[in-house]
Structures are given as structure tokens and as C-alpha cells.
């Protein structure tokens, strides 16, 4: 399969890039790096990137920005982010990316662990995650051509939370996040939440 990776350079990104490399051609697509460029927070960004890439068999995004910070503290801007970037920017991906998918293709999105485990601070993250799963549950219903959409929730990333500083012991390795993707693209399922931990 022709899959194209955004995000194809953050942890999760290059490692399912590697999962999916074995076996397949990988288009790798990010801000300010790979072989295409393209914020998917900008509609006419990735207009001209699906244009360049068509045709695809697969898109998997790994991408999406989103801030964390106390309700009362957090702006407008920073409610917006998430909102354009994380939520409207997957959303356009498959709107958008439709007309050069190929038959039974595939869309994998990015939610996250905190749309159904929130903690202080993650209500602006919490949000999209949510919305996106909510729109893939509901767009899956009426993909044509027999293409398929699901979104993987990953848990907190070991690697991450080491990058962080913070305590790596409750993250699931990124390897294991990966496998979560690779059943998405290379399996049969649609509007699945695919949750990360099971592959753990």
C-alpha cells in the first residue's frame, strides 16, 4: 500500500512509520519536514498536499496540537488550537482527502487517553479528543467505496514522559502504541476507537 504518515516525525509518528515501512511504501508528511510539508491546521495546506499525493491507498495521522493548562487560565487562542489543529484538522483530513483515497482505502486519526480519563488541567484536550471520536463513529457510517475510518487513543507514551522529565513507569512504549495503527491500516474494522493499552 501507497500510506501517507502526518506527523511522520514526532515518537509516535516515526514509530509506526517503521511498523509500516516493512511492508508497505510510506509517504511521510509534516510541519517542517518529509517528503511533502503541510500544517493540517491550514484547509488549503492540505488540499495541495493530497493533490501532489493522489492516488493513496491509506492515511494515518499521528499529528495535532492541543493545550493543557488550568480551565480558568487557559485563552481563547489556546481553546482554538486544539479546535483547528487537533479536531477541524483531522476532520479535513478525510473530508478532504477523500476524492484521491483509493477504493477500501483507510483514514486512521489521533484521539488520546484523556477523552475518557480526564485529569486537572486536560479539559481543553479532553475536548477534542473526544470530538474526534465522536466524528469518526459518525463519518464511518457514510465513507463511500468501501473505505474505512478509525482512531487510535494512545495511553501516555513511556517515551514521552521520560522526554518530559516526568516518571516513564505508567507509559506504554511507543513500539506497542504503533501496533495499535498497523491493525487500523492493515485490518478489516471501521468507526472503531482502537485503544492503544490493548496492544500492550
Known sequence: MRIMLIGASGTIGNAVGQALSERHEILRV????GDLRADIADPDALRAM????????AVVCAAGLAAFGELHRLTDEEFQLGLSSKLM???NLVRLGLSGITDAGSFTLTSGVLSQEPIPGSSAI????????AFVRAAALEMPRGVRLNVVSPPWVRE??????????PGLPVAAVA????DSVEGGMTG??????DYA
Open 179 to 182: 501496533k495499535a495503527y498497523v
Open 192 to 197: 472503531k476507537v482502537i485503544d492503544a493499552r
Open 50 to 57: 493530497f493533490r501532489t499525493a493522489a492516488p493513496y491507498d
Open 89 to 91: 484538522g483531522q476532520v
Open 126 to 133: 479532553s475536548m477534542v479528543n473526544a470530538g474526534v471520536e
Open 30 to 33: 509534516g510541519r517542517s519536514s
Open 160 to 169: 514521552t514522559l521520560q522526554a518530559m522529565g516526568w516518571d516513564p513507569s
